[in-house]
């Protein structure tokens, strides 16, 4: 399995990411090169999209779920993977502190062939967030994160799926929103889940934008080009 380098497995049910390994993932799996996912941040968080990927590898595929985020996981935080599933599941540190809430029903696929294919469509769906989905919609509403701190929170994300005999299935962007409520945004990517030339589910991902100020084109040009600068000396 493609996810076994991004995570170590310590007993059944016990797993950790290394700062190393959801570096990686973040940069070559879903082109996310957001500074806290880079090894020796000061504030290292596990990305959400990786968490997301290892919960679906050892749960399978329904026709419905849906992923809350509760918390950031650290570099080397020891994961608790529940060993039974009745459709309701809480990933919770060695203390008990919860990060991921799991929500998934209707018939269930555990075809590892199909699991990769959807988890690599989603990730490099979610890689597109910033700039290509995030800035014109900012932009559209005129308002923009602080970008000294810029503080944007991957809050949830939820798929409805009419099959399971597919393959390959890929992600459209379908529509994007925002609303704003004061200094706070909740950002929304509807998705399109495409096999086959069919659409065979659709989707949302909701991410939370603190901070808002007034948006400047020449502000948010220099976090784009930072951004660029990365993805472009990054050395694989």
Known sequence: MFLDAFHTQHTDNTISVSAEQGSTFAKEIAGDFNPIHNVGAKRFVVPGDLLFALVLNRYGLSKSMSVRFSGMVGADRTLVLPEVDKGTIDIVDAEGKAYLHLEHSGETSHDAALIEDLTRSYVAFSGQNFPFIMVPLLEKHQVMFNPRRPLVIYESMAFELTDLDISQPSLE????????????????????????????????????????????AELMDGVIAEFDHLRANYAR
Not at 177 to 183: A, D, E, M, P, T
Not at 184 to 196: K, Q, S, T, Y
């Open 173 to 216: 962007l379908a529509n994007t929103s925002l609303i704003v409520n004061g200094k706070r945004g909740d950002a929304l990517f509807e998705f399109n889940i495409v096999a086959g030339g069919q659409r065979v589910g659709t989707g949302i991902k909701k991410l939370i934008v603190s901070g808002l100020q007034p948006f400047d």
